[in-house]
């Protein structure tokens, strides 16, 4: 019993090292890609079709080795593959999120025309309903 315990261990244990690596490789496209990204000014809005275009292999790999230790689990077929384009998703999305934080381009603040009036300075009368009685 023991010995099938520690045999599902280890081989699960293989199976999670073997994501790990195309995960990894898939961060750093993405670190490498906002640097690139960054410096070449793309627009948030064109952002995360530049990165599935620069990380088009690392992606391919981090879907293949989520799909394969899914079914390895014993998902199926479909299941596995949703799995691994939520997880992409997600690793896009906040790359995506973060793009655009840092590199936010803010409105020009409009300053007031000279000639627009002041604010009145003195207050209004109060209304007779304001009056003590």
Do not use: H, W
């Amino acid at each position: 019993m023991i010995v099938l315990l520690a045999a599902s261990s280890i081989t699960l244990t293989a199976l999670q090292a073997s994501i790990n690596a195309p995960r990894e490789a898939f961060r750093e496209c993405l670190k490498q890609a906002n640097t690139k990204a960054t410096s070449d000014k793309v627009a948030a809005d064109a952002y995360e079709a530049y990165v599935r275009n620069a990380c088009t292999n690392e992606l391919g790999s981090f879907k293949g080795a989520v799909v394969k230790f899914d079914m390895g689990n014993k998902m199926s077929k479909k299941a596995s593959d949703e799995d691994a384009n939520a997880m992409i998703a997600d690793f896009v999305g906040t790359a995506v999120d973060n793009y655009k934080y840092i590199n936010k381009t803010t409105a020009p603040v409009q300053q007031a025309s000279a000639a627009a009036p002041a604010p009145a300075t003195t207050p209004p009368p109060p209304t007779p309903a304001a009056q003590p009685k």
